[in-house]
C-alpha cells in the first residue's frame, strides 16, 4: 500500500506520515528533506538559489543516505528549500528517486506537497493534512524556540507566520508541481486536534481507503 501525504509547511503531515509508517510497519519519506538537502548545499557552498543548473546537478547526485534531519530543520534550510523546489529541473531530477522508493515491494508512506499529485498518483490512500496559517505558524515557532533558534516573544511569532505565508504562496504558485489537493485525496484539518486525534483521523481515512 502507498500512502500519500501532502500539506503545507507545519502542517503535521510529517508527525503523521511517521506514525501511520510506524502502525503499518512501512519506510517513510519526508520528500521535505530532499529539497532541504539540495537548498543546504547551494547554501554551504556560496551558490545563489537562483542558479537552477547547479542546483539541477546537485539535486542529480543527491544520496537519501546523507541527509541528515537535525541539521536541515532549520528555518533558513526551509526557506532556500522552497526556492530551489520551485526550479522544474531540479523537481526532474529528484523524480525518479521518489518513485523507487514510493513503488518498493509492500509499499510505503511518503509525504511533501506533490506526492498524491506527481510522485505517485496511484497511492491507495491520500490524505491532504492542514491547518490555518497562525496555528501552523505556532507549531513551528514552538519548535524553533525550543531548538533556541528564536526567543520567544511576539516579534519572533511574527516573523515565523511571515515565513509560512510566504512559503505557502511560493509552493502553491509554482508553475511545476505546485502544492495542491489530488482530486481524490481527503483533508485533514488538524487546526483543532491534539497529535492523538490527528492520527486517529488519519488512521480511519486510510484504513478506509484499504478497505
Ligand atoms: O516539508 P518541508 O517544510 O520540509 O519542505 C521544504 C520545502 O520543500 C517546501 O516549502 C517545498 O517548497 C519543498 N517541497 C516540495 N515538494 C515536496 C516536498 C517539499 O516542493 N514533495
Redesign the pocket.
Known amino acids: 500500500m502507498i500512502v500519500a501525504i501532502d500539506g503545507p ?1 507545519a502542517s503535521g503531515k ?1 508527525t503523521l506520515a511517521k506514525r501511520i509508517a510506524a502502525h503499518y510497519g512501512l519506510p517513510h519519506l ?4 530532499i ?2 538537502g539540495v537548498g543546504r548545499i547551494m547554501l554551504d557552498r556560496g551558490f545563489p538559489l537562483d542558479n537552477v543548473e547547479i542546483a539541477a546537478t546537485i539535486a542529480e547526485h543527491l544520496d537519501l543516505a546523507d541527509l541528515d534531519p537535525e541539521r536541515l530543520r532549520t528555518r533558513e534550510t ?1 526557506e532556500a ?2 526556492v530551489v ?1 520551485a526550479h522544474g529541473p531540479v523537481r526532474k531530477a529528484l523524480l525518479d528517486l521518489q518513485r523507487r522508493f514510493a513503488s518498493q515491494p509492500g509499499g510505503a508512506v511518503l509525504d ?4 498524491g499529485t506527481v510522485i505517485a498518483p496511484e497511492a491507495e490512500a491520500k490524505l491532504f493534512v492542514t491547518a490555518t496559517p497562525a496555528e501552523r505558524a505556532r507549531r513551528r515557532f514552538r519548535e524553533l524556540v525550543a531548538r533556541g533558534e528564536l526567543t520567544d516573544s511576539d516579534a519572533d511569532y511574527r516573523t515565523v507566520l511571515a515565513d509560512i505565508e510566504k ?1 505557502d504562496a ?2 502553491s504558485a509554482r508553475a511545476d508541481a505546485p502544492l495542491a489537493v489530488a482530486a481524490d485525496a481527503i483533508t485533514l484539518d488538524t487546526t483543532r486536534l491534539g497529535i492523538e486525534e490527528a492520527f486517529a483521523a488519519a488512521l480511519a481515512i486510510v484504513e478506509a481507503r484499504r478497505r
Open positions: 509547511a510529517g519526508d520528500t521535505g528533506l529539497y532541504r526551509g528549500a522552497s523546489a511533501g506537497r506533490d506526492i512559503r511560493r509552493d
